[in-house]
């Protein structure tokens, strides 16, 4: 497994978490995008939040403000702070890793599924009132 998730768990309305993502020392190297997707029951797999190789971020609007996306180079981890959670925010969390080769992106792509090669297996949160 190339890349594992955790910190998932369950909240109160307003609180915070921090997920993590362990990603294998070839994955994270190879890679010029990481990101955090989510997936609510019944729904489409949605892009959170990714980081570029350089440190750019990107957002979607839903979680702007709110969520912070970081890496740790040294430690080959990708990480989510997310705070002031709302229910709307239940959903599996997955990291995920774009290989180079093929290109920058952008916005609305980075925030893409279809953009990433490598996928972890997900992390339950759990946000209610």
């Known amino acids: 497994v190339q890349l594992v998730e955790s910190g998932g768990d369950s909240v109160q309305t307003g609180g915070s978490l921090r997920l993590s993502c362990v990603v294998s020392?070839?994955?994270?190297?190879?890679?010029?995008?990481m990101g955090w997707f989510r997936q609510a029951a019944g729904k489409e797999r949605e892009g959170v939040a990714s980081?570029?190789?350089?440190?750019?971020?990107f957002y979607a609007d839903s979680v702007k403000g709110r969520f912070t996306i970081s890496k740790d180079d040294a430690k080959n981890t990708l990480s989510l702070q997310m705070n002031s959670l709302k229910a709307e925010d239940t959903a599996m969390y997955y990291c995920?890793?774009?290989?180079?080769?093929?290109?920058?992106?952008?916005?609305?792509?980075?925030?893409?599924?279809?953009?990433?090669?490598?996928w972890g297996q997900g992390t339950q949160v759990t946000v209610s009132s």
């Open positions: 995920a890793a774009r290989s180079q080769g093929y290109g920058d992106i952008s916005l609305p792509a980075v925030l893409r599924k279809s953009a990433f090669d490598d």
């Open positions: 980081i570029k190789w350089d440190g750019t971020t």
């Open positions: 020392r070839y994955t994270y190297r190879r890679s010029s995008y």
